[in-house]
C-alpha cells in the first residue's frame, strides 16, 4: 500500500479519517502495519501491501 491512499480512504463505519501505524516498509511501499479510525478508534489491518477495510463483523466472517 502506498501511504498515498490515505487521502482517498476513511473509515467504513463513520467515514472520518484513518491514522497511519506501520510495521514494515519496503521501498515506498507499506507491507504491514494498521489503519486506525481517528474518531471510533477501530483498527483496520495492513497484511501482504493491502488495507483490510472489512468492518469488522464482516472480516470475522471471511477468515
Known sequence: MK???LEIVCCPLDKSEL???T???DDDE???????CTECG????????IPNL???????EAA
Open 3 to 5: 501511504e498515498s491512499l
Open 19 to 21: 491514522e497511519l501505524e
Open 30 to 36: 507499506i507491507v504491514e502495519g494498521r489503519l486506525v
Open 54 to 60: 472489512l468492518p469488522p463483523d464482516m472480516r470475522e
Open 42 to 49: 477501530e483498527e483496520y489491518p495492513i497484511e501482504d501491501g
Open 23 to 25: 510495521i514494515h516498509t
